[in-house]
């Protein structure tokens, strides 16, 4: 089985701040790497698919990159909604979400 | 709009079994694979399978395995999941969520686009 880690596991941040989260899979998944948005209550929001491409409707201050077994998902400016928990998901073999990582308010 | 609605929340006993429902409209049916997720109470997100609505075909996370059913009725535009001999740790919110590309592109690996708004399932004596 892949095993998918992300760090941190938590952060701290303001509004405006950049923010990078890190994911790793065990194993190379290619660019087989989703990433989601998950507010409080909420279901889960696709934001980028295939590591770096942007899903339709996703703010542009969203950006992936990586391949292989290392990942990261960066927010340019965070904003108020932004404030939830990310969690990525590999694609490579059966669906594997990581951890999640949660960013509160600093 | 495309939109998936799942059926209400459930209060199960141990060993019991648990039926959620998945409504797709807006879109065919038949065009997408559907995905089951679950959410434990404080946890993250935890694959459980998926179904292709076009043929039936099933694929589910082996620690289900002799416990779960995923079938569809093509003629409503739902999909089912049933959990049998449920257990204290099955209790989390359900989740069905649309693979983001058609069947001819695969199970889902460009990720899932649209998603229910949750079915909890909470089991206890």
């Known amino acids: 089985d892949i095993q998918m880690t992300q760090s941190p596991s938590s952060l701290s941040a303001s509004v405006g701040d950049r923010v990078t989260i890190t994911c790793r899979a065990s194993?190379?998944?290619?660019?087989?790497l989703n990433w989601y948005r998950q507010k409080p209550g909420k279901a889960p929001n696709l934001l980028i698919y295939?590591?770096?491409k942007l899903q339709s409707g996703v703010p542009s201050r969203f950006s992936g990159s990586g391949s292989g077994t290392e990942f990261t998902l960066t927010i340019s400016s965070l904003q108020p909604e932004d404030f939830a928990t990310y969690y990525c998901?590999?694609?490579?073999?059966?669906?594997?979400f990581g951890p999640g990582t949660t960013v509160d308010v600093k | 709009q495309v939109q998936l609605v799942q059926s209400g929340a459930e209060v199960k006993k141990p060993g019991t079994s648990v039926l959620v429902s998945c409504r797709a409209s807006g879109y065919t049916f038949t065009d997408y694979y559907l995905h089951w997720v679950r959410q434990a109470p404080g946890q993250g997100l935890e694959w459980v399978g998926w179904?292709?609505?076009?043929?039936?075909?099933?694929k589910f996370e082996q620690k289900f395995q002799g416990r779960i059913t995923m079938t569809r009725d093509t003629s409503i535009s739902t999909a089912y999941m049933e959990l049998s001999g449920l257990k204290s740790d099955d209790t989390a919110v359900y989740y069905c969520?649309?693979?983001?590309?058609?069947?001819?592109?695969?199970?889902?690996?460009?990720?899932?686009?649209?998603w229910g708004q949750g079915t909890t399932v909470t089991v206890s004596s």
């Open positions: 998901q590999q694609a490579y073999t059966t669906p594997q």
């Open positions: 969520a649309r693979a983001t590309t058609v069947i001819s592109t695969g199970w889902g690996f460009y990720g899932m686009d649209v």
């Open positions: 179904i292709n609505p076009n043929n039936g075909g099933i």
């Open positions: 295939s590591a770096s």
């Open positions: 194993q190379s998944i290619d660019n087989y």
